[in-house]
């Protein structure tokens, strides 16, 4: 029910007004967004949405969730900077749990504020460890927004960076529904796999610093690898001396469903792990983790400002702890299962629809012109956007060609209000 009116507008005018034109917003007209509570978010003007986007998948359980809100309160009141120069509790506690909670003997955590630093720290620490500095990414993956960050990014529209770093090397992604070698699984045997020792051994000087991808593509739209993928690419990245750096920064935390990480799906312990985004259900936090050897290997000075900071270690201490506390990670995996039940469904009734993939709350739904061609159909993924918004519902988008719908609420969700959801995401369907 809309109460006030104008205010969404000049809400979006001062910020349009005062703020970079590069910063993009969803649809035609901003949303401003003034408050959130749960899965739903209110606009200026009374306006009210299911979140089906989290903020892209960062408000990982609820808005102003009770329990995490309070004790990141407690914290705010108590302590709220001192900078990584000085021991606090909060941090050295938070690594203790990352410690208790992570695969393969990874212990030795760095804080900062985002995935593009928790990314750079990694490929740092990689470099300094193995004595490379080649590091091979993948097609459509997505690393940041910093200069090193851009030219990991494998997307050309988020690589406006003009400083051009040489080192890195893109390879095939595991992209089975637009297979770059136009194989099928798993007659393919992993061609795009076994392709990343050629691409070493022709692209590189031999000698690699690190392998980073994400378990499952995020900005690239959701794209799940085969089970047996990421073993055999380890496999080879090590065997030229390299490093697996697994970027969680939107697969971790229970988002996959039935694990706390994403790589844990696929039978492989990375080196080194980063995360952010849904790390502290929306309060700024990066963080790269390691094992003892590794990280012993970085030498010389490091410090963040801000990394570290108590306010955001308590708040993703009490994220973990929810996350615990209210089965997530068993939650997640049931909800995801029933939610890709139900796009597969739309699948039947949309021939737009090509491809409907992903795990646990993380579901990509690609749209295309022609399902032979599998051209891709952006200009329908504007069309359902705006379809959505009037039905009081949140989505994202996302791949290469803007044609991939991202739904990927908080996991906090309920049943009633996932089936809610559902229904709003089929009447904007049924109108294209
Ligand atoms: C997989 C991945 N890595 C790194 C980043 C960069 O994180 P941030 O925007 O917090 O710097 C993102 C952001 O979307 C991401 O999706």
Redo the contacts with the bound molecule.
Sequence with gaps: MKTETRKNAELTKKYKDFLFPSVITYYQEPLPLVSGKGCRVMDAEGGEYLDFFGG??TVSIAHCHEKITKRTAEQLKKLQHVSTLYPTKPAADLAEKLASICPGGLRRSFFT???????EMAVMTAQHATGNQEIICLRH??????AM?MNMTAHSPWRISKTLMPGIKHAHAAYCYRCPFKLSYPSCDLACAKDVEELIQTETCGKVAAFLA?PV???GGFVVPPKDYFKVVTDIVHKYGGLFIA?????GWGRTGGKWFGIEHFGVNPDIM?S??GMANGL?I?WTITTDKIAESLKGLTISTFGGNPVSCAAAHATIDAIEEEGLLQKTEKLGHILRGHLLEFQKSFPCIGDVRGMGLMAGVELVLDRKTKAPDAKSVVKIFEETRKEGLLIGKGGLYGNILRISPPMGISLAELEEGIKKLRKAFERL
């Design positions: 892209i998948l504020n985002s995935g593009t630093e928790a990314d993956s997505y690393s940041g927004r910093s960050a994400e593509m995020g900005v970027d969680e920064v939107q697969t980063t952010a985004k700024p990066g």
